[in-house]
Each structure stands twice: as structure tokens, then as C-alpha cells.
């Protein structure tokens, strides 16, 4: 079967050697990455462990930081994976999407063969109103080149945790309304969004080129919603991603099984979706 993983993250190899060095004016990375616990890793270490679980490639991001010249030395060891591993490595490009320097970058990427936009994150920052004038220049980019953009979700209620960040779903809803033109993919179950495509007028239609992936799944929901999410958008548009290295793609493989998914469904959501996407 095959197994794509739309959503790891890497780092450079400076950083994952002294990620404390890198906490200063990165409040959001001291956040999520001060305990010892929270692992980074490289491209090499990543393919290597993904190898091991069966997984053929891998959408590969970095880290919104503040400061953009972190964005361009993720980059740049991202592009470097991409050209040593270009059938493994599909690299999407992250930035602080609230820093008016966020648009050049990503344009810089895309031209250099970037596949994607994201992980989009805001883990300390509220953009509140102004949310829609951060990310529409971010979505116009990734419709003129026709790639994904890739959006941090995650629910408005439930327990709070490092880097669970101020979304409003309705300001979500009314931008992918904006750009019809967009492929979406919303993280960590899109936060709850799913449930909206049981609305019988036109939810279903705006979601129409929107993907939802199981980033963080094991931590945040049990294993139902494997199939009651693919029951309210349909399973042809769930995407499997580990967030690795915070988890390993097994523990999101067992869930699936407990979940007691049709082989089809299986297939669509660990692979087949995501290789359509993107043309893999």
C-alpha cells in the first residue's frame, strides 16, 4: 500500500543541536521546542525514519519564525533536500504569515520549485480581524503557481497546549470562500471544520478543494474520527500526516485499524489522495 505523509517538519542541523541558542525573539519556538522531550531533526533523519515505517515521501515544512533570515536558512536546507531526494522530499515553504516580508519569500520558493505553502502557523500572535489581510496575499501566490497552502488548525475549545494558537474558524471559512481557486489543506482536522460539510447548503460546495490531514490525531481525538470525518467530507479528501517527528506514523496506523476503515478508505487517506494533489 502506498503510504505519503503530508505533514513533517525539519530543521536545520544547527538547530537541532542547540535549539537554545535559537529562543531568543522566538517566543513560539521556545514554546514548543524548550522541553527536551519535543525532538527536531533533519531530512536525512526523517527519511530514515520514515523509511523504516513504510512511508515512500514526505511533505517536508520548517517553522514560522519571526526572523525572516530562519526562514531562508530553513529553506535553503530544504531546497538542498529536495534536489539530494527529489522522489522523497517535497518541500512547502513556511513563514511568520504576519510579517509583511512573508509574500517575498514565498514567491522566492515557489519560483525555486517549492510544491507548497505551509505549515501557515501562528502560535503566539493574534492576528484577530486582520487575518484575512495577512493570508490573502500568501493565497494568491499559492493560486498563481498552483500549489497548496497548508494551514495550522486546531480547535477553539478543549484543553489548551503549547502552540494552540487564537483561530477563528469563520474567518477560515470566509477566506477559502475568497479563493475558490486554492487547494486547502487544513491541519489537524481543520479544527473541527469537517462537521460543516454535513451542512446541507453550500459548506459542501466551498470545501469543494479543501483536504483535511491527521496531524496530532492520537493526541487530540479518538479513533472515530477516522471515520466519521470521512462520513461528513467523504474520504477522498483526508490526508494522512504524522507531524513527525512529534509522532511516528504507526501510532496513527493503529488508530486507523481500530477505526476499523475500509481498505479503499485506507488507501485513499494514506496515499492515493495525496499522490493525486500533488501529482506524485
Given amino acids: 500500500m502506498l503510504i505519503l505523509d503530508a505533514h513533517t517538519h525539519v530543521f536545520p542541523e544547527e538547530m537541532c543541536r542547540r535549539r537554545e541558542d535559537f529562543f531568543a525573539d522566538e517566543p ?77 519569500e514565498v ?49 477553539p475549545v478543549g484543553p489548551s497546549y503549547p502552540g494552540k494558537a487564537a483561530i477563528r474558524l469563520d474567518a477560515i471559512y470566509r477566506l477559502i470562500q475568497k479563493f475558490p481557486g486554492v487547494t486547502w489543506i487544513l491541519a489537524h482536522w481543520g479544527g473541527g471544520l469537517p462537521f460543516y460539510g454535513l451542512l446541507k447548503k453550500e459548506a459542501p460546495e466551498v470545501f469543494r478543494r479543501v483536504y483535511f490531514d491527521t496531524a496530532a490525531s492520537p493526541y487530540l481525538y479518538r479513533p472515530a474520527i477516522y471515520r466519521l470525518a470521512a462520513d461528513m467530507v467523504g474520504p477522498e479528501k483526508i490526508l494522512f500526516g504524522s507531524d513527525y517527528p512529534l509522532l511516528p506514523p504507526k501510532r496513527y496506523l493503529e488508530e486507523m485499524q481500530e477505526a476499523s476503515l475500509p481498505e479503499d478508505w485506507l488507501e485513499m487517506i494514506l496515499g492515493q489522495n495525496l499522490a493525486r494533489l500533488l501529482d506524485w
Avoid at 48 to 55: D, I, P, T
Avoid at 68 to 76: D, G, K, N, P, T
Avoid at 85 to 104: E, M, R, S
Avoid at 113 to 132: H, K, Q, S, T
Fill in 28 to 104: 513560539a519556538f521556545k514554546a514548543l521546542y524548550s522541553a527536551p522531550k519535543s525532538r527536531l531533526v533533519g531530512p536525512e533523519e526523517l527519511l530514515q525514519a520514515l523509511a523504516e515505517e513504510g512511508v515512500e515521501a514526505a511533505v517536508v515544512s520548517g517553522f514560522p519564525w519571526r526572523q525572516e533570515r530562519l526562514w531562508r536558512r530553513q529553506h535553503e536546507v530544504i531546497g538542498e533536500a529536495m534536489r539530494r531526494w527529489p522522489h522523497k522530499i517535497i518541500g512547502f515553504c513556511t513563514v511568520n504569515p504576519l510579517d509583511p516580508a512573508a509574500p517575498g
Fill in 107 to 155: 514567491e522566492r520558493c515557489l519560483a525555486a520549485g517549492f510544491r507548497g505553502v505551509g505549515e501557515l502557523a501562528w502560535y503566539v500572535d493574534d492576528p484577530g480581524a486582520d487575518l484575512e489581510y495577512f493570508l490573502t496575499p500568501l493565497a494568491e501566490l499559492s493560486q498563481h503557481y498552483g500549489v497548496p497552502l497548508l494551514l495550522h488548525m486546531n480547535d
